[in-house]
């Protein structure tokens, strides 16, 4: 196989347009650090812009893409699913930009870095869901990684905000070593890093060293993602980090990292081997339990936490659960029940932590907003805000006119037509237990009486549009599903 | 004109959009003027509509246009019809409405939600036309819950007063027993009729389909009926109607005389040839009428609430309305509903005047002797007297004794609760006169003072009612006299020719004897009536202690509240308080414990977030290993 000779593959740049133009944007935000101080405030707006160009050309790209178009040798696909998955980081990337520059403003932390930082998450993000190649997915895990968890540090002068920074880094690492040696031992078995084409080096059947091989680097492969997504028993690091990080960094990882995570999953297992191979049944079962102990685990906790950005961290746990019932359904209903409910989940999650920032604010600092109970009174204060957190509320539970309902419609009719009609009744299950806790913000908020009376505070512009358009959406794709659904569907299979 | 025939349901809920949504902030000359302008063109245009009919040849006096689509797959539309049945009904409901309308700017001048009284009032209007223009069972429904609404929103109207309000929930209530069975028999319809709910169609459908399966047919006539049954307060269902006087008097006049309660009776003359393709069902309608005429005639007479007395006496009528059509004479049953409507509508409006004047007061044995401080309120409610008793020659005479005469061809016995009937009446209404204008005044002296007469607008509507209750029956002279059909008939004939075809027993009927019975039977009972109550008012006293069981129960309304609550009420709680303990403890019970539980496990597994990065990754190499270990081992 090596014969010395380095051949290099043919390179369709017009495919590779989004990562360039992404990076490249990422560059000139961060450069702007170098300019005068001036130019701090327009960062954010620049970062805006930056994510324009990738938007349009994933958008040229999709009327193109009618088959699997790839490059670099078949290591980067742009296929409708990559497409569909860039358009949801840069949407979270965009929604995060808009909630994150009043909120720097208010903690003082206008410094441009953060904004290139986030950009190149975003394109580690969209590396992921393009690759078809493991060494790719690693690549993109990486570049996603290490800029979040300085994201997660960026406050630098609070200690909690280090805490949390070492907290993820640490177990990151620790992951990440996971998973690149379950990739080593995928590639020992087949002698491949593609994975659509590990099906042809499985070689013989089961019991063998090398199938032996291949599952125990698929698991270890599947622990680092698992981590990621925070599934039980990989999660418990989640709760510590999204409370310690600034909390539109906390928005952007709950919708961009999970929707990242589970584009690699669903990269990995829809590998012909794994979609229908010889050790299908065993990781379907595995991956079922462990999204019936995600989501109770999640909820379970979620249920007696008094910090809201705590009770959506863990909450966050429990939709990965919800999520992963969809994977092991294993059908094309349940992945487009995937796409669909990773769409709604980053408009409702981005706005909800959006409210919290508006709350910040009129509380006046960081971590005002956090505790549950100091929303009571803010129906009759804050209206709108109000009007809003309850959209993103009842979407989050999963109440019919959102999309939230819509999507968790899908999951669970794409495992009852797969038989797995437990799964289902727990996951049922779960959202009452999850209603419990979503419902109590909205009960706070309008049916209890206020310890004290801030001052009420205007919303800044840019807030204010993030949580209108993420409550809008949140809407749109309740009432009207139909045309993201049929856009969702077939995108894998 | 005919054309726009749409707009006569429209205009009057325009009137109530105005009323409803900034009336409140209108000075009522503004209010009025809206809500009765907005009636007068309703009847206008009912007039006009009806003289665009009236110049189509005889048997092409139908017109349906479909304004717009509503339920498409349902093949239903905005689908508004006029034939000479819906055109005789139009006239009565805007033009009687038209009075009362502007009656009631007199009579609720001083009520503080004068602007509420009329939007609801102008709803009732545009739910009552839509009832009879509709062209589709479900949209006659529309307007039947329509009106239902009104009448509950009208009854309660004074909703601070737990009578009114209760009232009005009981009215609502006991129409739904009803309107369930309507809905019923609406979808049976659906299904038999090979999905169309156009009443022109299933009416066309029907002789086939009664050939095929007969008792389907009376499944759905009597289904039907059981509506009309709650909507007409007939035999088992007639219990809210008396409530129902809680509300304003002119809503007893227009909704609980005239028009609302009339729709049942229109209903079921709206679907003649179908019922007439079960005779049973139809007999079941007959006796149904026949029996609430006589029972509710025999509670009035011991009534001594003013309204009471004419609230059962509107029962007694739409049971005579029935009678008539249960013996297939429909066209006498729309006639009898004609004049009443008149003759009723006087009376309430009457009696309204009366209260008006004594401030508030009720009850006859408060009253006496008003004809001296009331004399034009006297003269108006003599008219409607008259009418009601059936004098020779009034409204009242022509329509009952069109009905008396079909009910002897069809079924003497029919005829001889009929004749019971009418005496009845004229005895319990000459009770009411003797009782509120005659004899000495009863007036307790505070209240005696500022007796005054009624003012301007009511007179108005009082003196139209009253030439037309005694005139009215004109429109109807007996075929027997003219020597061919009268008016009345005549224009109602394209629509139930056929329908009482089926119905002719071949018979001829002494017809100038039964008339001469039915006028000695109203003079009877009108001698009767001034013999207890005005000559001899010490008569009744002694004959109540006599027959004490009898009046008892007369007194007591038959006891069919009380039945009701044994039968139905007592059990339906029962049954509520067993559900209620049940949810509260064993539902409640578990999803609390549950609910504990979830807690309780909550703060367990809250321990394992330690915080120390040590252990998380502890937690995770085990995780990872059970992964691994469940793959491979």
């Known amino acids: 196989m090596m014969t010395g000779t380095l051949q290099i593959p043919p390179i369709d740049w017009a495919l590779l347009g989004p990562f360039i133009q992404l990076t490249a944007g990422a560059i000139v935000v961060t450069l702007m650090a170098v300019g005068p101080k001036a130019w701090r405030r327009y960062t954010g707006y620049v970062a805006l812009l930056a994510l324009v160009p990738p938007a349009v050309a994933t958008l040229g790209l999709w009327g193109g893409a009618s088959g699997a178009a790839s490059t670099l040798g078949g290591m980067i696909v742009m296929d409708r699913f990559t497409l569909c998955f860039h358009l949801i980081f840069l949407a979270t990337a965009a929604l995060t930009v808009l909630i994150s520059m009043p909120a720097l403003e208010e903690m003082h932390l206008e410094y441009p870095e953060y904004y290139g930082l986030v950009l190149f998450a975003a394109t580690g993000m969209m590396l992921m869901s393009a690759s078809s190649n493991m060494l790719i997915l690693f690549l993109g895990l990486e570049i996603l990684s290490l800029p979040l968890y300085v994201l997660v540090g960026f406050a630098r002068r609070q200690d909690r905000a280090l805490e949390s920074s070492m907290k993820y880094f640490l177990l990151g690492a620790f992951s990440t070593g996971f998973t690149i040696y379950g990739m080593a031992l995928m590639y020992g078995a087949t002698g491949t890093l593609e994975m659509t084409r590990m099906a042809a080096g499985s070689g013989e059947g089961a019991g063998s060293w090398r199938f032996t091989m291949l599952m125990l680097g698929f698991g270890l492969a599947m622990a680092g993602f698992l981590f990621k997504i925070a599934a039980f028993p990989f999660h418990y690091w989640l709760p510590d980090v999204y409370q310690g990080a600034p909390t539109p960094v906390t928005a952007f990882m709950i919708a961009g990292t999970k929707a990242a995570a589970f584009s690699a999953i669903l990269r990995i297992v829809t590998a012909p081997l794994f979609w229908d191979g010889p050790f299908t049944a065993d990781w379907v079962r595995l991956l079922s339990v462990l999204s019936a102990l995600t989501m109770t685990a999640g909820n379970v906790v979620a249920l007696v936490q008094h910090s809201l950005k705590r009770m959506l961290a863990y909450s966050s746990i429990a939709h990965a659960g919800y999520l992963l019932i969809a994977v092991v359904s294993r059908s094309e209903e349940g992945l487009a029940g995937v796409v669909f409910y990773l769409t709604a989940y980053l408009l409702m999650n981005l706005g909800a932590f959006a409210v919290v920032l508006a709350m910040d604010r009129a509380r006046g600092g960081e971590g005002e907003g956090d505790d549950i109970a100091a929303y009571a009174g803010m129906g009759r204060r804050h209206p709108a805000l109000a009007a809003a957190m309850s959209i993103f509320m009842l979407s989050l539970t999963g109440v019919p006119l959102t999309g939230g309902f819509v999507g968790k419609f899908y999951i669970f009719r794409a495992a009852v037509d797969s038989g797995m009609y437990g799964l289902a009744a727990v996951g049922l299950l779960n959202s009452v237990v999850a209603a419990a806790y979503y419902l109590n913000v909205i009960l706070t908020m309008y049916m209890k009486e206020p310890v004290s009376q801030p001052p009420r505070v205007v919303t800044p512009v840019a807030l204010g549009l993030g949580i209108a358009v993420s409550a809008a959406g949140v809407l749109y794709l309740g009432l009207f599903p139909a045309r993201i659904l049929e856009l969702a569907r077939g995108l894998l299979l | ?633």
């Open chain 2, 1 to 633: 004109m005919i054309d726009l025939l749409w707009l006569i349901p429209v205009l009057p809920l325009l009137g109530f959009a105005v009323n409803g949504l900034i009336g409140a902030r209108l000075p009522r000359s503004v209010v009025s003027a809206v809500a009765c302008g907005s009636v007068a063109l309703a009847f206008a245009l009912s007039v006009a509509c009806f003289l665009d009919l009236a110049a189509l040849p005889e048997h092409h006096r139908v017109h349906a246009i479909t304004v717009a689509e509503w339920i498409g797959p349902m093949n239903l539309g905005w689908s508004f019809l006029l034939d000479p049945l819906s055109s005789v009904m139009i006239l009565i409901v805007t033009g009687v409405g038209l009075l009362i309308h502007i009656y009631s700017i007199g009579y609720m001048w001083d009520d503080d939600g004068y602007w509420r009284y009329f939007a609801y009032l102008n709803l009732f209007m545009a739910m009552m036309l839509t009832l009879v223009l509709g062209a589709s069972l479900p949209l006659l429904f529309v307007g039947w819950e329509g009106v239902g609404l009104c009448s509950y929103l009208l009854i309660g109207y004074w909703y601070t007063k737990i009578d009114c309000a209760d009232a009005g929930r009981k009215a609502f209530i006991v129409n739904r027993i009803g309107d369930a069975s309507f809905i019923l028999g609406m979808l049976l319809a659906w299904t038999t009729f090979g999905g169309t709910f156009d009443i022109a169609e299933i009416l066309a459908r029907a002789p086939e389909r009664a050939a095929a399966s007969p008792g389907t047919m009376t499944a759905i006539a009597l289904l039907l009926f059981g509506g009309a049954c709650g909507k007409s307060a007939q035999i088992p269902l007639f219990i809210w109607l008396p409530d129902a006087m809680a509300g304003p008097t002119p809503v007893s006049a227009l909704i609980h005389a005239a028009t609302m309660v009339t729709a049942g009776v229109y209903m079921v003359c709206r679907m003649a040839p179908l019922y007439v393709l079960a005779p049973g069902a139809l007999e079941v309608v007959g006796v149904i009428g026949a029996t609430t005429a006589l029972a509710a005639a025999a509670i009035a007479m011991a009534q001594d609430d003013i309204k009471k007395v004419l609230a059962y006496s509107t029962i007694s009528q739409l049971g005579y309305m029935f009678m008539a059509a249960g013996a297939g004479a429909f066209g006498a049953a729309i006639f009898h509903l004609t004049t009443h409507a008149f003759f009723k509508a006087l009376l309430f409006l009457g009696s309204g005047a009366v209260i008006h004047a004594l401030g508030g007061e009720q009850d006859m044995r408060a009253m006496g002797g008003l004809k001296a401080r009331l004399p034009r309120t006297f003269w108006f409610f003599a008219a409607g007297w008259v009418a009601i008793a059936g004098v020779p020659l009034t409204s009242g005479f022509f329509s009952k004794d069109e009905i008396l005469h079909r009910a002897w061809l069809q079924n003497p016995g029919l005829w001889l609760a009929g004749i019971v009937g009418a005496l009845m009446t004229a005895t319990y209404m000459t009770r009411l006169m003797g009782l509120t204008f005659w004899g000495r005044s009863r007036v307790p002296a505070d209240k005696a003072h500022h007796i005054h007469e009624a003012p301007t607008s009511m007179a108005v509507a009082l003196g139209v009612l009253a030439v037309l209750s005694l005139a009215g029956g004109f429109m109807g002279l007996p075929a027997s006299w003219l020597g061919h059909p009268g008016l009345f008939e005549h224009w109602l004939a394209p629509v139930f020719e056929g329908p009482e075809l089926v119905m002719t027993t071949g018979r001829v009927g002494p017809e100038g004897i039964l008339m001469i019975l039915s006028s000695l039977a109203a003079i009877g009972g009108i001698f009767l009536g001034l013999h207890l109550w005005v000559r001899r008012p010490d008569l009744p006293g002694r004959i109540a202690a006599r027959m004490a069981t009898l009046y008892r129960f007369v007194k007591g309304k038959l006891f069919v509240d009380e039945l009701y609550e044994l039968i139905a009420l007592r059990p339906f709680y029962a049954a509520c308080r067993a559900f209620a303990r049940f949810d509260e403890r064993a539902v409640d019970g578990t999803v609390n414990a549950v609910g504990m539980g979830m807690e309780t496990s909550g703060h367990v597994l809250k321990l394992f977030h330690s915080g120390f990065v040590r252990s998380y990754a502890l937690f995770y190499l085990v995780g990872a290993a059970a992964v691994v270990w469940y793959l491979v081992g």
